[in-house]
C-alpha cells in the first residue's frame, strides 16, 4: 500500500516539477525528494500500525 501510493506521488511530482524554471530546477527536485521519502515513511508507519491492530 505505502509503495503505491509513493510511487503514484513521486510520478505527480516528476510532472510537476517539470514547469519549474531551470534557476530552481536543483532545489525543487531535492524538497521533491524529501517529501516523497517522508511520504513513504509516514505512510508505511501508518499502514504496519492499522494492521498491526486489525490481528491483534
Do not use: F, K
Request: proline share 2%; hydrophobic share 60%; charged share 10%.
Amino acid at each position: 500500500m505505502a509503495l503505491v501510493t509513493t510511487v503514484l506521488l513521486a510520478g505527480y511530482v516528476m510532472l510537476t516539477l517539470r514547469s519549474v524554471s531551470p534557476d530552481w530546477q536543483a532545489t525543487a527536485r531535492t524538497v521533491g525528494a524529501v517529501a516523497v521519502v517522508a511520504w513513504y515513511l509516514l505512510t508505511y508507519r501508518i499502514a504496519m500500525r492499522i494492521a498491526l491492530e486489525w490481528l491483534r
